[in-house]
């Protein structure tokens, strides 16, 4: 199966000037919760007849798939104004799974189910206020809580690698780093899944996902009758009438972001034999806008097209992929 990407960053930040998928190292305060829930869907370049009389010709074993998508939900507590717990469920769906060995082609329909839950822990161990830089560690574990029952349509049971769920226990841990600028926030995180044996007695692969985001908060209007004192300003002044501030008696904040999102991940294992078609790594620019409405609910969408992607054996290409969230902070 392609390579995952961003499956185990599923909460990103929950404030107006933060990314979508990078983990930002800011932290709720003391007692405040937020709750999320959003959809993640990647397209693929999905092998087609003759690309499959290609490869069974060669005689190679690899995967092929049309998208796959993922809904989630996240919840996250201020333990401490610089401790989070954050709880992510998600709901897995991948669609089209084709797979060849030994010169045949078995279609192995959809694979659809509750994913692997995963608890972190995000700790701020750095908050210099004067020069805003922050950073926090990250440290968890998923849990084999998701599905590993899907058949194809003659009753046997999909590979591990192609379940919604797991059925190993894997710790998480990564660091999370921010630094907030006048009118930009920049935001990087590291996370990277221990992989352990699961269902099947197969190792699905470590996963390491590092994230890069650059937020702007679009401020208010601060030219007066069209007098800007510089061009910085006047763009703050486009930006500003372009996305207003107030509509129908709600108070509105808005947010660009531009992030760069890449996952490796390695060749799933079975008895020490690993699959040469399985893992490797993909990069991805995403571009998007959050909306605040009275500084409590939250929508973020994002885009994403492949920039980088270096898949072991063959697989085929990830196309474009599409992320969007809402957000309720009590």
């Given at each position: ?98 797979t060849t060995f030994q010169g045949i082609t ?145 108070d509105l904040a808005w947010s660009l972001f ?45 885009v994403s097209f492949p920039m980088i992607q ?21």
């Amino acid at each position: 199966m392609a390579c995952a990407c961003g499956g185990h960053s599923l909460f990103g930040g929950v404030g107006l000037a933060t990314p979508l998928i990078t983990v930002p190292a800011h932290t709720l305060d003391r007692g405040q919760f937020a709750l999320s829930t959003g959809i993640n869907y990647q397209n693929f370049h999905e092998f087609g007849i003759s690309d499959f009389r290609r490869i069974n010709a060669r005689r190679e074993h690899t995967h092929s798939l049309s998208s796959q998508m993922q809904v989630f939900m996240s919840a996250a507590y201020g333990v401490t104004d610089d401790i989070d717990i954050i709880v992510t469920y998600p709901f897995n769906a991948t669609y089209g799974l084709l797979t060849t060995f030994q010169g045949i082609t078995i279609d192995d329909g959809n694979s659809i189910g509750l994913g692997d839950m995963n608890l972190i822990t995000k700790y701020r161990f750095l908050n210099l206020e004067e020069s805003g830089f922050s950073a926090a560690l990250l440290g968890g574990i998923k849990f084999p809580t998701g599905s590993t029952s899907e058949t194809n349509e003659f009753g046997f049971a999909l590979g591990a690698d192609d379940q919604p769920g797991t059925g190993s226990y894997d710790p998480l841990f990564g660091l999370a780093v921010s630094k907030v600028f006048d009118t930009f926030n920049l935001d990087a995180n590291v996370l990277y899944l221990l992989s352990t044996e699961g269902f099947q007695d197969v190792i699905a692969g470590d996963v390491l996902n590092f994230n890069l985001a650059l937020s702007y908060a679009i401020k208010e209007d601060v030219c007066e009758l069209g007098n800007c004192p510089s061009y910085r300003e006047k763009f703050h002044s486009y930006l500003s009438k372009l996305f207003p501030s107030k509509v129908l008696g709600q108070d509105l904040a808005w947010s660009l972001f531009t992030e760069i999102n890449g996952a490796w991940q390695e060749k799933t294992e079975f008895q020490g034999i690993k699959d040469d078609s399985h893992g490797g790594m993909i990069i991805n620019w995403m571009n998007g806008l959050k909306l605040a409405i009275n500084e409590r609910f939250i929508w973020a969408m994002g885009v994403s097209f492949p920039m980088i992607q270096d898949l072991n054996g063959t697989q085929p290409d990830a196309g474009v992929a599409l992320s969007s969230n809402i957000s309720v902070v009590f």
